[in-house]
C-alpha cells in the first residue's frame, strides 16, 4: 500500500504566481520529509526538507509545510519561473536511509 | 566532481532473458541506493548498501532480483529472468553521511523495458 500520496498528477501555474505542491501520508512513524524535482532524462535532484519537528522550512522561493496532525506537507513555490516546470516527488523516511515517494506532480509554468 | 552515473541508459530486452544494470556512485560515498520507477507510479526503495555490505533489502521485488557491490564501490542489479513487470525506470542514489537526509544523490536512471 502507497504510504505517501500526491493526488495532483499535475498542475499548470502562470509566470509568477505561486505553486502548491500537496503531498499526503499516512505512516505517523516518518519524522523526515523531502522535496525532489526532475527533469526529463534526469534523476531527482533535492530540493528542500523538513524534520517533524518543525512545521514550516524555507529556502529562497521555496518554502515546505508540515501538518503532522493531518499528516500532511505541501511545497510553495513563489514566484513560479518557466525553469521550475518538472515533475516533483515528495518522500518520507522515518530512518534517513528508506525514503518512500510520491507518485509525483508534474508542474507547468507557463510565460 | 562526478555525479552518480548509470549505464546503460536504455536496455530492450525478450521475457526470460537477463539484464544487468551497473550504477557508479560518487566517489566516497559508502551509502549506495536502488530504486525504481514503474509505469509513472511512485519511486520504490529497493534496497541500500553500506560500503559492500546490504543494510536494507527489503524493498527487493523477488529473488529474480539480485543486487552487489563488491569491494564497496559500484553496484551491480541483475534480473534474471526478466518479466513484463519488471520493465520501469531503475534509479541508483549515493550518499556520504550516513542519516543526511538531503544528501542522497540520484543518477539518470536506467529505462529497462521487457518485451
Known amino acids: 500500500d502507497q504510504q505517501v500520496k500526491q493526488n495532483s498528477p499535475s498542475l499548470s501555474v502562470q509566470e509568477g504566481r505561486i505553486s502548491i505542491l500537496n503531498c499526503d501520508y499516512t505512516?505517523?512513524?516518518?519524522?523526515?520529509f523531502l522535496w525532489y524535482k526532475k527533469y526529463p532524462a534526469e534523476g531527482p535532484t533535492f530540493l528542500i526538507s523538513?524534520?517533524?519537528?518543525?512545521d514550516k522550512n524555507e529556502d529562497g522561493r521555496f518554502t515546505v509545510f508540515l501538518n503532522k496532525s493531518a499528516k500532511h506537507l505541501s511545497l510553495h513555490i513563489v514566484p513560479s519561473q518557466p525553469g521550475d516546470s518538472a515533475v516533483y516527488f515528495c518522500?518520507?523516511?522515518?530512518?534517513?536511509?528508506?525514503?518512500?515517494f510520491g507518485s509525483g506532480t508534474k508542474l507547468n509554468v507557463k510565460p | 566532481e562526478a555525479g552518480v552515473t548509470q549505464f546503460p541508459s536504455h536496455s530492450v530486452i525478450e521475457k526470460g532473458q537477463t539484464v544487468t544494470l551497473r550504477c557508479d556512485p560518487i566517489?566516497?560515498?559508502?551509502?549506495l541506493y536502488w530504486y525504481r520507477r514503474v509505469m509513472g507510479k511512485e519511486i520504490k526503495f529497493l534496497l541500500h548498501?553500506?560500503?559492500?555490505?546490504?543494510?536494507?533489502e527489503s524493498g527487493m521485488p523477488n529473488n529474480r532480483f539480485l543486487a552487489e557491490r563488491t569491494g564497496g564501490t559500484y553496484s551491480t542489479l541483475k534480473v534474471q529472468p526478466a518479466e513484463l513487470e519488471d520493465s520501469g525506470v531503475y534509479f541508483c542514489?549515493?550518499?556520504?553521511?550516513?542519516?543526511?537526509?538531503?544528501?542522497?544523490?540520484f543518477g539518470p536512471g536506467t529505462r529497462l523495458t521487457v518485451l
Open positions: 542514489a549515493s550518499s556520504q553521511v550516513p542519516g543526511a537526509v538531503n544528501e542522497q544523490f
Open positions: 505512516n505517523s512513524m516518518f519524522d523526515y
Open positions: 523538513i524534520s517533524s519537528i518543525k
Open positions: 518522500a518520507a523516511s522515518d530512518d534517513f536511509n528508506k525514503f518512500y
Open positions: 566517489s566516497g560515498h559508502d551509502n
Open positions: 548498501f553500506v560500503k559492500e555490505s546490504k543494510q536494507d
